[in-house]
C-alpha cells in the first residue's frame, strides 16, 4: 500500500526559505511522478511542481516563477521542495503526492492516486 508521509513545514519570515520533504513507501515508484500542491483556507487545491521518478524530469506552476524547486531524495526515498523567498501569500497546506506514469506535466488535483496527509506552512510578515 503506498504511503507518502509529508514534512518539513512551520512558520517562517517573509524572505526565507524551508524545505518540505515526502517520504514515499509501499512499492517502486520508477514508474511514478511525484507533486506537490498546497492548499489555503478558503481556496482550491493548487498544483505547483511534479518530478518523473526515474527521469528526474521536473514541471512546474507558473505562478513560482523560480522560487520553489523539486528534486528526488534519495536518502529518504522521496522527494523534497525547496521553497525560498517565501512570501505570506505562500501560507497553506503543503502536500505531496503521486501518480502512476512519468509524466511529470501533469497539474489536475484529479490525475495524482495518492496524498500525504499536508504539512502547515506560515509566512509571517
Known amino acids: 500500500q503506498v504511503q507518502l508521509v509529508d514534512s518539513g513545514g512551520g512558520l517562517v519570515q517573509a524572505g526565507g526559505s524551508l524545505r518540505l520533504s515526502c517520504a514515499a513507501s509501499g512499492r517502486t515508484f520508477s514508474s511514478f511522478t511525484m507533486g506537490w500542491f498546497r492548499q489555503a483556507p478558503g481556496k482550491e487545491r493548487e498544483f505547483l511542481a511534479a518530478?518523473?521518478?526515474?527521469?528526474?524530469?521536473?514541471y512546474y506552476a507558473d505562478t513560482l516563477k523560480g522560487r520553489f524547486v523539486i528534486a528526488r531524495d534519495n536518502g529518504k526515498n522521496g522527494v523534497y521542495l525547496q521553497m525560498n523567498s517565501l512570501k505570506p501569500e505562500d501560507t497553506a497546506v503543503y502536500y505531496c503526492?503521486?501518480?502512476?506514469?512519468?509524466?511529470?506535466?501533469?497539474?489536475?488535483?484529479?490525475?495524482?492516486?495518492?496524498w500525504g496527509q499536508g504539512t502547515q506552512v506560515t509566512v509571517s510578515s
Open positions: 518530478i518523473a521518478w526515474s527521469t528526474l524530469r521536473t
Open positions: 503526492a503521486a501518480r502512476y506514469g512519468s509524466d511529470p506535466v501533469v497539474a489536475a488535483t484529479e490525475q495524482y492516486d495518492y
